[in-house]
């Protein structure tokens, strides 16, 4: 039985961009910035329907949205991120609430935990996000036990978000190594990916995006925040910056549904369930 995951990478250039990566991660603030997507996540979470003393895994966990409610619900929580502060977040969250939770450093394409360890494998806009998808589709299915599930929240393309992304991209494109994460959010690719090893259903959903305060305030939000964002704005001048921050604002009031000075967006994700075959 592998103990760790048999897929950590060995080429000079990837390994560099994974550093660059994690530095992206690491250098916003997303507890501050998750708090606004805590209602999604709640929602995520409570289509699981976590039973008491299951074992889950949630990779890409962020400051711990779905794992530290989970664990308050009776789970044997492990969650795993790749930047240590995030991780750092998550503990401090759960003894805060006075939860047994675990949180590792760690990556989504080379997991350190046993084959068939975990009954629920789950990753909320999150392990979408790792350059190798194959590699990542590897490690969740061996790490979950036959018959258990993945369940993922993935961007689509067509969507709010993917939207984003691709605004962002032009003013500040990503590494060509970088396999474009709302990949993941479409059906045919999740098949391919998952499909030989699990049953899959998936579903096509909103995830409410939701501000007190104006859709420019929400660009400056991602920019100060985001660790993507923040970096796309790095990447660029003055007025690159300025051009960026200008059609990033007109994205989100285009589809602005708040009438009270906030700002509403809802953001499509595919709902990816996996039932790992036996």
């Not at 250098?27 to 709640?42: K, M, W």
């Not at 396999?179 to 090893?197: F, H, S």
Request: charged content about 25%.
């Amino acid at each position: 039985m592998s103990t760790t995951g048999s897929t950590t990478a060995t080429d000079p250039e990837m390994q560099a961009l994974k550093q660059r990566l994690k530095a992206t991660w690491e250098s916003g603030d997303y507890g501050a910035f998750a708090v606004y997507l805590e209602r999604g996540a709640a929602e995520f979470l409570e289509r699981l329907d976590v039973e008491p003393g299951t074992r889950m895994l949630d990779v890409a966990c962020g400051a711990g949205q779905i794992s530290v409610p989970a664990a308050r619900a009776g789970a044997r929580v492990t969650g795993v991120d790749l930047a240590a502060n995030l991780v750092d977040q998550a503990q401090a969250r759960a003894r805060e609430e006075g939860v047994d939770a675990r949180f590792d450093a760690g990556d989504a394409e080379a997991l350190p935990y046993d084959d068939a360890s975990f009954d629920l494998v789950t990753s909320l806009i999150g392990a979408q996000f790792a350059p190798r998808p194959d590699r990542v589709a590897e490690e969740l299915l061996r790490v979950c036990r036959p018959g258990g599930r993945i369940v993922m929240g993935n961007w689509t393309p067509e969507g709010f978000v993917g939207g984003m992304f691709g605004i962002i991209g032009r003013h500040a494109p990503p590494s060509p190594l970088m396999a474009p994460p709302v990949q993941w959010g479409d059906e045919a690719t999740v098949q391919e990916r998952l499909g030989q090893g699990a049953a899959l259903t998936l579903t096509r959903r909103d995830y409410p995006l939701e501000y007190p305060f104006g859709p420019a305030a929400v660009v400056d939000l991602f920019r100060d925040y985001y660790g993507p964002a923040q970096k796309a704005f790095a990447a660029l001048d003055e007025a690159g910056g300025s051009a960026l921050h200008e059609e990033l604002t007109q994205h989100w009031q285009s589809h602005n549904r708040a009438r009270n000075g906030g700002t509403h967006c809802d953001a499509e994700y595919l709902e990816v369930v996996a039932h790992r075959h036996g």
